[in-house]
């Protein structure tokens, strides 16, 4: 399983961003799609999250500034970054809960990472 983000860049303080992140492989189901964050010199951090049933959640931090979706039929997660600041830039890290036939578990799978710069 892989998982392959995209969508970063640099913008301007106040602009927009939208991340995605397609998993691929071999994946009967996935539960919990996500994003997290590091910025330099500090800890990976949750950003949003959503269940298999669209159920979102998000870092107060983030909250009415970000919306996270999902394509269950694509495996892809989105992540619509408005209202950017600068205290935003980090790479952006995409996760989920993979889970395959014969498997007892899910599995937990992080993508690469896409960074993005917000310029004051």
């Known amino acids: 399983v892989q998982l392959q983000a995209s969508g970063g860049g640099l913008v301007q303080a106040g602009g927009s961003l939208r991340l995605s992140c397609v998993a691929s492989?071999?994946?009967?189901?996935?539960?919990?799609m996500g994003w997290y964050r590091q910025a330099p010199g500090k800890q990976r951090e949750l950003v949003a999250v959503?269940?298999?049933?669209?159920?979102?959640n998000y870092a107060d931090s983030v909250k009415g500034r970000f919306t996270i979706s999902r394509d269950s039929a694509k495996n892809t997660v989105y992540l619509q970054m408005n209202s950017l600041k600068p205290e935003d830039t980090a790479v952006y890290y995409c996760?989920?809960?993979?889970?395959?036939?014969?498997?007892?578990?899910?599995?937990?799978?992080w993508g690469q990472g896409t960074l993005v710069t917000v310029s004051s």
């Open positions: 996760n989920a809960d993979v889970w395959n036939y014969g498997w007892p578990l899910s599995r937990n799978y």
């Open positions: 959503i269940g298999s049933g669209g159920t979102p």
């Open positions: 492989g071999s994946i009967t189901s996935i539960n919990r």
